[in-house]
């Protein structure tokens, strides 16, 4: 009982140790608090390499305004220093380019890059659970497209679960 108590309490200092960074943010529904990313943008990229498995693409104003909406995925992003590979959920690369991860920002330059992020901001909610935040062309209900017409303004976040053990990262060409 004491062990528990001791874990807990442990684990409240460093949830109070993470703190609210602002407290109106774009990347949260209705534009609400944010706390601070579980590590600093510079171990943020540290901790990005491995196995990225996508459980969601959110987009803002997706059906409601300023609320977050998407649907599940079974697609994943194997990352490592400089390149990136993109998924299908048969485990075909359906993509693949040279990445930087450079303070708390992931840069790609990816081979087709067609719906996927080229600038994303990484955020940890904790050691393994991350979000990939950018701005996305605003997603079209009637043509179930991106409108790429209008302007790549609308804030996206691509979440899932980061595994960094056991993986043979591919290298870029």
Same mark, same amino acid.
């Given at each position: 009982?004491? +062990?528990?108590? @001791?874990?807990?309490?442990?684990?409240?200092?460093?949830?109070?140790?993470?703190?609210?960074?602002?407290?109106?943010? @774009?990347?949260? &529904?209705?534009?609400?608090?944010?706390?601070?990313?579980?590590?600093?943008?510079?171990?943020?990229?540290?901790?990005?390499?491995?196995?990225?498995?996508?459980?969601?693409? +959110?987009?803002?104003?997706?059906?409601?305004?300023?609320?977050?909406?998407?649907?599940?995925?079974?697609?994943?992003?194997?990352?490592?220093?400089?390149?990136?590979?993109?998924?299908? #959920?048969?485990?075909?690369?359906?993509?693949?380019?040279?990445?930087?991860?450079?303070?708390?920002? *992931? =840069? @790609? &330059?990816?081979? @087709?890059?067609?719906? *996927?992020?080229?600038?994303?901001?990484?955020?940890?909610?904790? #050691?393994?659970?991350?979000? +990939?935040?950018?701005?996305?062309?605003?997603?079209?209900?009637?043509?179930?497209?991106?409108? =790429? *017409?209008? =302007? #790549? &303004?609308? #804030?996206?976040?691509?979440?899932? =679960?980061?595994?960094?053990?056991?993986?043979?990262?591919?290298?870029?060409?």
């Amino acid at each position: 009982m004491i +062990l528990l108590v @001791i874990l807990y309490s442990c684990e409240e200092k460093k949830n109070e140790k993470r703190g609210i960074c602002t407290e109106k943010s @774009i990347w949260r &529904d209705k534009n609400g608090a944010d706390s601070c990313s579980y590590f600093s943008k510079e171990e943020s990229c540290k901790h990005l390499t491995g196995k990225l498995s996508i459980l969601s693409r +959110l987009h803002k104003h997706f059906i409601d305004k300023n609320v977050f909406e998407g649907g599940m995925s079974s697609r994943w992003f194997q990352i490592s220093d400089d390149s990136i590979s993109y998924f299908t #959920p048969a485990g075909e690369i359906a993509d693949r380019g040279a990445c930087q991860c450079k303070n708390g920002v *992931l =840069t @790609i &330059d990816w081979e @087709i890059g067609e719906g *996927l992020p080229k600038k994303a901001e990484v955020y940890f909610n904790s #050691p393994d659970f991350v979000e +990939l935040r950018y701005f996305d062309y605003p997603f079209s209900m009637n043509t179930f497209r991106f409108d =790429t *017409l209008k =302007t #790549p &303004d609308n #804030p996206t976040k691509m979440v899932g =679960t980061i595994s960094n053990k056991g993986f043979n990262l591919p290298s870029f060409p």
